[in-house]
């Protein structure tokens, strides 16, 4: 198994069919492309067509949605083995999915549903993370998700149970800083608590995005510029982890090209910034 | 304490059926009411299944309006729970379920433009093959052509339209005015493909229909201008044949040919 820790990539963007011409016909100011990796596990035509152009000029790590990683149905094979040719044809950076279930009986809700924080859940998912691995024949990369309830019967807090997957699994994990911002406000817990709570040598990528505000709750909708509050958390999370390959994240209200990446120079500003603040702050 | 597996498919349930069981194992938030938090959960499920058959089906939402489309996707969505991990198959039902599902059924047209819609997706990301080119064809001894056989492009499949939908559907694509539905005089066929990665289709008259549909089944050439003779008159039955073959190469119809030697 390939074990090694991916490298740094840079700035990169969530690859979209609305960008594709730009990115294919112009040269936008990005390090790498973040694929979903469902988006790709079809027979063939222009979407794998144009990945296959995409990947000649960019590194690209595959992002799955279904892998359902935490699910108490049995592991897909079927999934993973298309996943694994997918793999074969891109050679991803790294592979990651989300730290949640998406369905039982054979059913799949489309949505990444959370996890109760248990001794049981632990044990469950920290097999389920090993057998993944050991078929792909690498490591995993998990990625925290935004939820919207607790569980009565939860027995640690969200980040000693992805803290003790990663550790336990001997996975990587994707941070993604509006999720923990979005779980943090629903659930009322700390981003500090999150943030200094997860082993900074697992973090392998950022994940930022907008989300939309509900008042009494906040919905992961990926569909607006990311806020000032997240920016400022992004800044945090920076300055706590070190340089962390960062990509904005938009599915929805998708806007031109041009839009994603002038938020993407936003990210690559702070990070510059935290950065020179602690060469700063060690020549004093 | 409820096990992880009971957990679920409790969370699953309240989700896809309304049960409210699951209530009891989550918490109010120091903001909102558990009902309101677990509800983020039901809407997103059917929120995100109708974004993507709207996607799927953008003709078909067009043709029924907001207020018709929204009625069928919300009973497909009740009674099709997405048993796929890629969503990209959760609408592969939606024609057939339009075609037998009160008040859709007794519009055939709409259930026709959703198979037109369906077999354009499954065309655009369908298997690649390289065409069969018309320098592969002209490589092949005059003697052999009697026993060539073809192979049709694996994205190519022909549908059959009791209906105008395919004209109703090419006026909602232009953003006009649609003819008014109508049943046909004569089953209409309508092949679909892939050619240079666009999605394409083409209404054919009976006697290509035929042809096509027997070279599938791998019939040879020197059969197919016989059928094609029986079909519509021995007079220039062999042109007329060659005709259609040719016009399948120009479009990347299909994706090979042998000489059969059995």
Excluded at chain 1, 86 to 108: F, Q, Y
């Amino acid at each position: 198994m390939n074990t090694s820790k991916p490298p740094y990539l840079g700035f990169g963007l969530g690859l979209r069919p609305q960008h594709y011409e730009e990115i294919l016909n112009g040269s936008p100011a990005v390090d790498w492309f973040e694929v979903i990796s469902e988006n790709y596990m079809i027979p063939g035509g222009q979407p794998l067509r144009i990945l296959d152009q995409i990947r000649e000029r960019y590194p690209v790590v595959m992002h799955g949605v279904s892998m359902s990683i935490a699910s108490t149905a049995p592991l897909d094979m079927d999934y993973l083995g298309a996943l694994k040719a997918l793999a074969e044809r891109v050679d991803p950076k790294w592979i990651s999915d989300h730290l949640c279930w998406t369905g039982v009986h054979g059913m799949n809700l489309h949505d990444l549903l959370p996890i109760p924080y248990t001794e049981e859940a632990l044990d469950h998912v920290v097999d389920r993370v090993s057998q993944v691995q050991d078929f792909l024949g690498r490591r995993l990369t998990l990625e925290n998700v935004s939820t919207y309830v607790t569980f009565g019967q939860s027995e640690m807090t969200e980040w000693e149970f992805v803290t003790e997957v990663a550790n336990r699994a001997d996975c990587w994990l994707l941070f993604d800083v509006n999720n923990v911002y979005v779980s943090a406000f629903n659930h009322g817990f700390s981003t500090d608590a999150f943030l200094h709570g997860v082993p900074r040598d697992r973090v392998v990528q950022f994940h930022v995005a907008g989300h939309s505000h509900e008042e009494s709750h906040i919905i992961d909708t990926h569909d607006h510029p990311v806020c000032p509050e997240v920016w400022d958390f992004y800044r945090e999370t920076v300055a706590h982890f070190g340089p962390v390959s960062t990509m904005i994240e938009r599915d929805d209200n998708i806007p031109p090209l041009a839009e994603v990446v002038a938020e993407l120079d936003i990210a690559r500003k702070i990070a510059g910034e935290v950065s020179e603040n602690a060469r700063l702050a060690a020549a004093e | 304490m409820t096990s992880l597996k009971d957990l679920q498919d409790s969370f699953q349930r309240g989700i896809l059926t309304g049960d409210d069981a699951i209530l009891g194992e989550v918490n109010d938030s120091a903001r909102e009411k558990r009902t309101v938090l677990f509800g983020v959960y039901r809407n997103a499920y059917v929120a995100r299944l109708a974004e993507i058959l709207g996607e799927d089906y953008e003709q078909v939402h067009a043709y029924l309006g907001d207020a018709g489309f929204a009625k069928l996707v919300k009973s497909y969505i009740d009674a099709n729970p997405s048993d796929q991990r890629n969503v990209r198959w959760f609408g592969r039902h939606f024609p057939a379920f339009a075609r037998e599902t009160a008040p859709f059924a007794n519009h055939p047209e709409v259930a026709e433009i959703a198979a037109l819609e369906k077999a354009l997706t499954d065309a655009f990301d369908g298997p690649d093959a390289t065409p069969l080119g018309i320098e592969d064809l002209a490589s092949i001894p005059a003697e052999d052509w009697p026993h060539l056989t073809f192979e049709p492009h694996p994205t190519a499949v022909r549908l059959t339209f009791d209906t105008n939908a395919a004209a109703i559907w090419s006026a909602l694509k232009d953003e006009t005015a649609p003819p008014a539905p109508m049943r046909l005089p004569e089953p209409q066929a309508i092949l679909v493909w892939r050619q240079d990665l666009m999605a394409r289709f083409r209404p054919i008259g009976a006697e290509e229909s035929m042809m096509w549909n027997e070279a599938g089944k791998g019939v040879r050439f020197g059969v197919l201008c016989e059928m094609v003779a029986t079909f519509a008159g021995e007079d220039d039955a062999e042109l007329r044949a060659a005709t259609y073959l040719r016009g399948w190469v120009d479009t990347g119809m299909l994706a090979g040919c042998r000489v059969a030697t059995d």
